[in-house]
């Protein structure tokens, strides 16, 4: 496997932003012309967008082949990615993921936005249809925020074990875990909407192999559009 950063080249910063400044869905595409494939080839590959002015703005990719500049707009730094991981280890992470439930209606699985669902679980409770029927001033009406706490960092919780790590400091995690960022994201050349968060802090590993699955193949839905791969650091 191989982790690399894709950033402009220098003094080639607005060429470059004219080649990536498109929807989640393009960017996905155009990021394909890194690392060539037979046409109907499965995506290998997962990435994350780093936001920034145009000299720190750039991709993390995550492959099983390395990626190739596809002209001298850009410049592709390429390491081989295969972290050395131990039971108890403790890492810093960053992950930006896009949390959802799967649940039944009607006997059809579907797939909904963690937040907008627990939002209409309280709004079905006292069988109001929307959010803003319900009074400001009751004590009752969580804020948002305090949802996308509570719902993002119960998800990370789920998908831990399963992906060998656990987060760190016990009953302490839900202050130690940073949520931010969250927001509604739109692919409109496909009509596809979707969430996104930003998790961070410190996690421990419980089973390296699966925890190396997770960093090599990401964590959650939305991997074609930017999401699920982690990153992580010693501490």
């Known amino acids: 496997m191989y982790f690399s950063l894709i950033t402009p ?16 869905y393009e960017q996905h595409q155009w990021l394909w012309q890194f690392l060539a494939a037979e046409r109907g080839s499965k995506r290998d590959f997962i990435f994350r967008h780093r936001y920034g002015d145009n000299k720190s703005h750039g991709f993390y990719v995550v492959s099983s ?21 131990s039971i108890g280890q403790r890492l810093a992470f960053d992950l930006r993921a896009n949390p959802v439930v799967t649940h039944k209606v009607n006997e059809e699985t579907r797939r909904d936005d963690v937040v907008m669902h627990k939002k209409k679980q309280l709004l079905s ?39 060998g790590f656990a987060l760190v400091n016990g009953d302490e995690t839900r202050k130690a875990i940073r949520v931010d960022g969250y927001g509604q994201q739109r692919v409109e050349k496909k ?4 969430s996104t968060v930003d998790f961070s802090g410190v996690l421990e590993v419980i089973d390296p192999t699966l925890f190396k699955q997770a960093l090599f193949k990401g964590i959650g839905h939305a991997k074609a559009f930017g999401c699920g791969l982690m990153l992580v650091r010693r501490v």
Not at 9 to 24: L, V
Request: aromatic share 10%; charged share 30%; glycine share 2%.
């Open 9 to 24: 080249a220098p003094n080639a910063e607005r060429e470059a932003a004219i080649q990536w400044s498109k929807g989640p």
């Open 65 to 85: 082949r390395m990626p190739v500049a596809i002209n001298d707009a850009w410049q592709v730094n390429s390491k081989e990615y295969d972290p050395q991981l």
């Open 191 to 194: 009509d596809i909407r979707f």
């Open 125 to 163: 409770e006292r069988g109001l249809q929307r959010w803003s029927d319900w009074r400001d001033d009751d004590p009752q009406k969580p804020l948002l925020y305090e949802i996308v706490q509570s719902t993002c960092l119960t998800w990370l919780e789920h998908r831990s074990k399963p992906a």
